[in-house]
């Protein structure tokens, strides 16, 4: 009867990309609005967020963890959410190049 726990080597590249993860999300807080709203989804989301940093030249030069802040927003919440819709359009980019 096979076990039904993963193996040592599936549970070390879990954890692997587990921690690229929490990387990811955590270099998106810390990435310039101005940088974040290149991306027309990310935009959008901010916006239906009521952070309309879109249109502040100000808020430009902050990052999206002092927004949201401002805001009074989880800013882990909001880099995770990013980071979905991020690697949504990746994956979305990527079948449409192949047809």
Excluded: R, W
């Amino acid at each position: 009867m096979k076990s039904k726990t993963p193996s040592k080597n599936k549970t070390k590249k879990l954890a692997s990309k587990n921690k690229i993860i929490k990387h990811d999300i955590n270099m998106i807080k810390h990435m310039k609005i101005y940088e974040l709203v290149k991306h027309e989804s990310i935009a959008q989301y901010l916006f239906s967020k009521g952070m309309l940093c879109i249109a502040c030249p100000l808020a430009m030069n902050e990052t999206l963890e002092q927004a949201a802040v401002a805001h009074g927003i989880d800013a882990d919440e909001l880099a995770h959410d990013i980071y979905n819709l991020l690697n949504k359009s990746k994956t979305t980019n990527a079948k449409t190049t192949k047809k």
